[in-house]
């Protein structure tokens, strides 16, 4: 006879009774009472269990029984299903978005300068983790990276979403590399199929007619040293400012005049060696009264212990009249504009600016350092920014590499 919801409020016999195919309620002799439904697969009789009642009722137990026939009649085995299920639930749930990229993030860890960091940490953070984060990595559909990613760019950070994007598709290969997802579901979101075109703006920079002011101002500039020195090393070197703002005094050999700035503070993540001119070795004397018993050559002038900040070139150039005209970072434009019109070899300048080859089998074959010519060319270059302090308007003489 089968059970009903009357005589399941009354059983007070411990045993097994019988709802019919393989379905009964268990009642034990301490009071427990628990579904279980007998089966039979690949020849041997099993048992799974299907809660307990009454927090799953007799319907209820009842459709997890007709659930678990329908499985053996496509040759499945109840139990083993289960086990996956529950084993995939248990996976997702460590596996979430927010979880894995924070392992990814680690794994990134030694590539990237802190800053770089934490400036990736961020964008996720505001822009995906509060809505998706706590997601399991293998639920969420591309149209959901779609409309974040579309959010960003509508609020104006076109740039900014180009960027979001491009993390998410890293997080989720090296997810798949790793084992924590088996499919990449965002394999096909191109950037320029979802975001709108967008004008590249390139950094503003001074032109060469603009030298002689620049000079003279930064001459005059009553700013802190440590900013006014390093914005002229920034000039005589062609480097990054972020690669002058962290120079340690211990990448310098002043008697060989030469910077080697190690992989680890490059952008390409390659040891990068920069001639020194003979004013830019006076840059580096003058600050060896300031900050010569110090491990960084610029230290901030409020924390000694940490370099002069992000902001600070900027800002300086901005105190002298260029605002939204010229960027430290556009230094490097200007010398790599001049020196290629007054036909220095590009490849050398190339070298000099520490550029990629986006040539691959040019780029396996072209390992010169044209350290001989850098050492000429920057040498040329200084000369040439003092020529123009002075007042000179003509170019001086071409000179190949």
């Known amino acids: 006879m089968k059970l009903t919801d009357a005589k399941l409020r009354t059983l007070t016999k411990p045993g097994k009774h019988f709802d019919g195919g393989g379905l009964y309620l268990d009642l034990t002799k301490a009071g427990g009472r628990y579904w279980r439904m007998k089966y039979r697969h690949g020849g041997k009789e099993k048992l799974l269990a299907l809660g307990v009642y009454p927090a799953v009722g007799l319907k209820d137990a009842r459709a997890k029984a007709d659930e678990a026939r329908q499985q053996l009649q496509a040759g499945a085995d109840p139990g083993a299903v289960r086990k996956e299920a529950k084993a995939k639930a248990d996976?997702?749930?460590?596996?979430?978005?927010?979880?894995?990229?924070?392992?990814?993030?680690?794994?990134?860890?030694?590539?990237?300068?802190?800053?770089?960091?934490?400036?990736?940490?961020?964008?996720?953070?505001?822009?995906?983790?509060?809505?998706?984060?706590?997601?399991?990595?293998?639920?969420?559909?591309?149209?959901?990276?779609?409309?974040?990613?579309?959010?960003?760019?509508?609020?104006?950070?076109?740039?900014?979403?180009?960027?979001?994007?491009?993390?998410?598709?890293?997080?989720?290969?090296?997810?798949?590399?790793?084992?924590?997802?088996?499919?990449?579901?965002?394999?096909?979101?191109?950037?320029?199929?979802?975001?709108?075109?967008?004008?590249?703006?390139?950094?503003?920079?001074?032109?060469?007619?603009?030298?002689?002011?620049?000079?003279?101002?930064?001459?005059?500039?009553?700013?802190?040293?440590?900013?006014?020195?390093?914005?002229r090393l920034l000039v005589l070197t062609g480097t990054r400012p972020g690669e002058v703002r962290g120079a340690r005094w211990a990448e310098f050999d002043m008697d060989a005049a030469l910077w080697v700035i190690p992989a680890e503070r490059m952008k390409m993540r390659v040891e990068h060696r920069v001639p020194l001119s003979r004013q830019a070795l006076e840059v580096l004397r003058s600050m060896q009264a300031l900050s010569g018993t110090r491990e960084l050559v610029f230290p901030s002038p409020f924390y000694p212990s940490k370099p002069l900040s992000e902001n600070t070139f900027n800002s300086a150039m901005a105190r002298m009249g260029y605002k939204n005209t010229a960027t430290a970072h556009g230094f490097r434009a200007l010398f790599s504009t001049v020196a290629n019109e007054c036909g220095w070899n590009p490849d050398v300048i190339e070298r000099q600016l520490a550029h990629k080859e986006r040539n691959q089998v040019r780029a396996a074959y072209h390992r010169s350092t044209y350290m001989q010519d850098r050492e000429r060319l920057m040498q040329w270059w200084a000369d040439y920014l003092d020529g123009r302090k002075a007042g000179n308007v003509v170019k001086m003489p071409t000179r190949a590499a």
């Open 91 to 231: 996976h997702e749930a460590v596996n979430t978005l927010e979880a894995v990229a924070g392992d990814w993030l680690k794994h990134q860890a030694g590539r990237w300068e802190p800053l770089t960091m934490t400036r990736i940490r961020a964008s996720l953070e505001g822009h995906v983790f509060k809505t998706l984060g706590a997601r399991p990595l293998a639920s969420i559909k591309p149209r959901e990276i779609m409309d974040v990613v579309k959010a960003v760019e509508a609020g104006g950070a076109g740039e900014q979403a180009g960027r979001v994007l491009q993390r998410v598709k890293a997080i989720y290969r090296w997810a798949v590399t790793h084992g924590r997802i088996e499919v990449n579901p965002m394999l096909d979101l191109v950037p320029s199929e979802i975001l709108k075109p967008r004008e590249v703006r390139h950094r503003a920079a001074l032109a060469d007619k603009d030298l002689p002011e620049f000079l003279k101002k930064l001459d005059a500039y009553d700013g802190d040293p440590h900013t006014v020195h390093a914005l």
